[in-house]
């Protein structure tokens, strides 16, 4: 029996990096992905990718941080499907800078993506759960939430915020028989990532080195690699986890390397 047969995801941020190796692996185990990015161009390309392999997915384009723009994602789901069984908060930006180097402008785009991109989703779908009294949440977090990372401080604020919304989410929500957790990763090769290393040095390599040792594991983190802890939180294998915290960062957090 496929891990998630006849549940309906919906992924946003699903054109790339890790939603769409989430979209493909979930439609791998029998969900209906529905794929949700800014790009449509690459939104289309995930669900290209998931029927050339024989799964079943739909592109609808929305700004996750725009309230008409999410509301009309989610009529359109509710329209086409019935339900959204599992909802993935996926989308985010990186956000560079110490406090004194930021932008207002900047702080407000990173907060408004990555957190009410969170918020006005699950504000969306909630209702339908609620009223099925079923459902699946997984916010995207980071270990960033945890640690302190130099120059990361607007892109941490949004990723500690969202753990603490998933865990005040959970008690809301659990009377409902609606589960909600988090992904903490560490640093995982995406062209999010990419992006920002060569922006960012003028040598990716030194970077890359720099990222390894504080990680216990010799490998960099790959989509894959969060793909499959997706998953699991999205499948009733994970049933007995309510308002968790799941960490896939190589052993950031926990580790210590001296
Ligand atoms: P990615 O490759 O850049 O994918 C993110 C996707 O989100 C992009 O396709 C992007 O579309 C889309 N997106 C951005 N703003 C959006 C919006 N307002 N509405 C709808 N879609 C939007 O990044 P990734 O590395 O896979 O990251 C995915 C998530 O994991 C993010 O929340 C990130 O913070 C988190 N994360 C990543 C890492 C890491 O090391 N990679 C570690 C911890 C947590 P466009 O490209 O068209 O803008």
Known sequence: MPRLANKVS?????????????????????????????????????????????????????????????AEMTEIAIGKYGRIDVLFNNAGISGVGAIHEIEPESWDRVIRVNLKGVFLPCRSVL?????????????????????????RASYAATKGAVLALTKSMQVDYAPYNIRVNALLPGTIMTPFVEKYLSESYEDPEIAIAAI????????????????????????????????????IDGGVVFGKNA
Do not use: W
């Open 127 to 151: 209702p339908h759960m609620m009223e099925r009294r079923s459902g699946c949440i997984i916010n995207m977090s980071s270990c960033i939430a945890e640690i302190g990372l130099a120059r």
């Open 10 to 70: 919906l992924i946003t941020g699903s054109g790339s990096g890790i939603g769409r190796s989430a979209a493909l692996l979930f439609a791998s185990e029998g969900a209906t992905v529905i794929v949700n990015d800014l790009s449509e161009e690459s939104g289309l390309e995930t669900v290209r990718l998931i029927q050339q392999a024989g799964g079943e997915a739909f592109y609808i384009n929305a700004d996750v941080a725009d309230p008409n723009s999410v």
């Open 212 to 247: 390894k040792t504080r990680q216990l594991s010799g490998e960099l983190g790959r989509p894959e690699d969060v793909a499959r802890a997706a998953l699991f939180l999205a499948s009733d294998e994970s049933s007995f986890m309510l308002g968790s915290p799941l960490y």
